[in-house]
């Protein structure tokens, strides 16, 4: 089926996203275990559906994993798309299972909430690129708890300054449940966007076979 | 031996059910920690028994498998009954453990209930059918820690609305232990059967090489 | 080196009982996430140490890997004196780490108790059995992850009822602590006795090749 | 690119002492997880990078893999070099992101403060050495697991007790960004640097095939 692979990214962000809102927003969440959670959803969705559509379920992999040849250029906009449908979905389901609850949106400060994004962007997608397309790391079963425990570290350390997203479908869905101003989402946007290139460009620095 | 199947179905079940009820029953319970360790159940059981067995310990496991053709259609019924007779056995043996404790059953709404068993159940069975199936993810090391950790995830994000059984074997062994209403557990079946359909069609949509 | 093995398993079982007594004295201990650090630590030394010695640490484990016939007769007594020194030595370390600190020895009921580590050891042995010694598991990169966790899901569950030992070093270890009462250590070596050679059963029982 | 092998290091320890900083300085940080976020945030630049530069990110490591053989001498100045410079560079981005927040630096008494440093130091490089460089072990997937983790069961067990840095590089970190005195930071170094050196010595003890 031509369109597995954009249903597989659909799948999988959608899960990540349900799992971000069901997670955060208290009570009922997860507390402090909330990065845990988020970090193994993208985890058990990059497992699940990597071998299908490479398991990104973020533009800004899709990104990253472009710039570095291993997403046909065809495939990006509806990977993104797909994405970003998805967390519009999961949040609408969000506001479902959570009708009532009430919290306010983060408020950020623009430079530590841009340098927080750009930085854990660039690492979830410099992990991405290593682990899951250098030629050496091949056949490797550990790219999934790499991948979805960078999503955990960055959680804990900055999730109080930018919310922690990573992951420009997660912003618009943080969007969507009320969880991030809309007014701050160029913050999220340029600094995932300004991660991912940093990404490919250290991967191509360091990285000499890059077939 | 012949039920050696049915056995591993037994044993991974009665850990996973024993493991939910005393976790989840305070005092001396697990906390907040509850679906990090029943996740973990479930992850080391499969690796346990994913040998003999192919590791289900759930109906809906069983289901969406059988659907998918990696399960012999007279192994369902041994499979369904050896995993809820053991959900049962543990749930006695958490009676006998937690003696004298006080706790009340989870109240439940049936839509928001049966939606988050649906969804997360679906998540499981499809982590099941891509990490434990799929031609082109043999031979593989991560299995388990990608299954037990969607039911990590799923605790977490609706443990609080449903009881995160996404297991009909659970779900009996959360009725006789009390944290579940018997009238209630209609509910869980019919997202759990709901989830595990919709996962094994959508793995059918998305995989390419079947055998 | 022919010691290589005991002095594998010396070191192995002394981080073993280390991290138990640092985690579950408080303060400065890991509170609730005392299950994950144990679990973990003996995570780390089986995938470190297990390609020398087998990774036991456990004189449990080491009577079950025996009767499974993976274990040689002749080494069997050097490596439970090599836990059981390294836990003692651990615990001293503990006491001089930990010096000051007040606490009391678990009050454990005899049947409950009993019950819990055999329950558990029966895990741990069980998973140890099937991701290290059958050979369908051969060559796998989870086999730590697996037994690591069972220890953690032990913890978490009965933690409160015997203490979460499921290894007599670790007892001894409690017993020099002063966590667990001179006259209480015989519960646990018998449960775990019992836990041993009931899942070096249950293997014999289930898989088919034991080679 | 020659430097490649030193950028590599730069960046893994960057975000390794990133973590640790915006982890442990509360508010805002990740509580009683931190230990599994630092633990988690080696791990992830071990996999990452591992297939680079071998993944030190740290100088004791870089010792004892030196004093193993599978690092060249030439390599260990530039290697040690990175990481503390990406290690100060990581302290005063915590700084600006945490600018404001108030807390002092820990208090260590000499003795045990060097003998947690040095115990957990051991740990660490001899799971490095046996995971990442044993020839039984080759083509593994659970050395990023195995060596991470290593430092979560260490900061759960002695972070209290020295700060849990089992890492000149994460040691200079912590001064530069006040969570350490300058003058309590010779301990830290003797007890690292005699940790790696008994590592090394322990690993040329069991292991018979040192190729």
Redesign the interface.
Known sequence: ?KA??Y??EF?GAF?LV??VG??VID???????????I???L???V???G??SGGHYNPAVTLAVTLRGKCDAVDAAPYVIAQVVAAALAAA?VG??KVGENFQPLVVDVM?AM??EF?FTF?LC??VL??AT?K??AG????????G??V??GA??????SGGAFNPAVAVGLGVMGLLKWSDIWIHLAGEAAGAIAAAV?FK????DQS
Chains 1, 2, 3, 4 share one sequence.
């Open positions: 089926m597995a692979k249903i597989v799948i899960f349900l799992t069901m997670c009570p009922g969440g997860a507390g402090n275990m909330a990065p845990l959670a970090g193994s959803a985890m058990v969705m497992y699940a559906g071998h299908v389901v479902f299972l530590p340098l927080a930085l690492a410099y992990v290593h682990t250098a050496s790391n490797n079963s550990f790219y999934g708890l790499a991948i425990f960078t955990l570290i804990y350390s900055v999730g109080s300054i250290a620095m360091v990285v000499r």
